[in-house]
């Protein structure tokens, strides 16, 4: 989609302005409805936009991404720009400063039509959690879009943006973009710089693209990869254009399924679109093999014990004093002047909702002295024995390239089915959550239909790749893409 | 396991979150139940494994401690999301 729309900006058939102009005339039409976006930043949208399209008559030659509007997921800074990560607590908040993947996307002139809707903090699997608003699933609208970067997702599905960000900590890229029937790509953690997202959980966190297609995935990962010395644990990617590598050939590329993901309580519908997408890919060239990573049942209890505990140290900074919401005095009766620690217990009590404070809790017992050793140290135990499932799948003698599964076990369910049990609710990153755990780049593509209720509703296909092997893991999604 | 109303109670204080009695009775049985399956992970014997550190292996990398000037107009950014301001400064509470 991005290639075409930057021929037409090319060959003057449309300009960014008109293009923009478009976008928002649509998001203004039907967002209430879906409720995508919780913030439109349309002057400057068109500022930039003007500003490509000089630049277009002056003859300059423009990037890809060049005059394109997309979406930013409201946890990633943009100057000047609210950025609330869908939380009260900073519903006032105005970024000082740029986050690195909005820096580097405005230098190559992209357009930024808004800020998406999230769960708060992008704790949760339904954008239910959103301070604000639910989002619709575009598809559906009794269902949730999925979360927590479902604003980002409906805003694709329902064409309310070329391009958009998402972060994915569990599988919040991949999810979202499995029940929208998008495409979504959570990078290598390391991939890309982390500086000026709203940290959930900083070993598990990444920024990355969710899209229509996988070539437009690539487009956007390449605009927005690379170290920065602003974030420590970012890498060194030399400069890749992605897209460039995408030919479509499979030819002899090894498939690893895990027994552990397509077991018998697997949905027998959605196992046998799974299976028709293993055909597929076995028509493409690929070789389809059965792997084992036996630590699969132990991954989403590793996963919350150390996402937990890092969210409860991240989330500490939101105190009432510095920014955000502050329950102070003037607020409490002249004879009932508030203390620092009554200012900071009120602040989160108001500032929070329910399940960033069941979170915050949980990490913080997990964190505590005497059990600090049975959760977090046994949870980062657990995940290096998991890691080394991972390496043996893809590093030993004759291992697989990829590793494939179901994205999620189930289509997109409805609004309140699982918000009552939060367990449940977790039970939706089954699949997910290793990924982040181990590090590897994941990548979610539609892979057909199921029926709900009457209802045809997309099922995603989830890609796992090599650490750093973002080229080729794009590249087998692009070559399962081009056979529909 | 069902955790101890006192336990509870000293949690939510460590974290910083204002709670009243219903709060802290939700938060014990929720709380609970997430704890049993954690349990789990106690089939495993890790006793031979190291923690992990950072997931791909990346070794420390260093840069000069440098404080960034963000300038009158970036300070002035900053400060306007601050709730109280005297000064130029942020205002706080006495601490003792």
Known sequence: MIKELHQKLVNGETTSVKLTEEYFDRIKKDDESIGAYLTLTEDLALRQADLIDKKIKQGEKIDLIAGIPGAIKDNICVAGTRTTAASKILDNYIAPYNATVAERLLKEGAVFLGKTNMDEFACGSSTEKSAYRPTKNPLDPERVPGGSSGGSAAAIAADLAVWSLGSDTGGSIRQPAAYTGTVGLKPTYGRVSRYGLLAMASSLDQIGPIVKTVEDAAIVLSRIAGEDSMDATSARSGGKFYEDYLNGNLAGAKIGVPREYVGEELDSEVKMVFEQSLKKFEKAGAEIREVNIPLTPYALAVYYILMTSELSSNLARFDGIKYGLSIDDEQRSADNSGTLLEIYLDSRRYGFGEEIKRRIILGTYALSAGYYDAYYKKAQKVRRMLREDFEKVFNEKDGVDFIFSPTTPEPAFKFGEKSKDPLAMYLADIYTVSANLVGVPAISFPIGMVKREGKDLPLGGQLMGKWFDEENLLNAAYAFEQLE | ?96
């Open chain 2, 1 to 96: 396991m069902l955790l101890d109303k006192n336990e509870t109670k000293n949690i939510a204080a460590l974290a910083r979150i204002g709670v009243n009695e219903e709060e802290i009775e939700k938060y014990r049985k929720e709380l609970s139940s997430i704890l049993d399956y954690f349990k789990k992970l106690d089939e495993l014997d890790t006793d031979k494994t190291e923690p992990i550190g950072h997931i791909t292996g990346m070794k420390n990398i260093y840069r000069e401690d440098q404080a960034r000037n963000f300038g009158d107009l970036g300070k002035k950014d900053i400060l306007c999301n601050a709730p109280k301001v005297k000064d130029g400064y942020i205002k706080v509470k006495s601490v003792l």
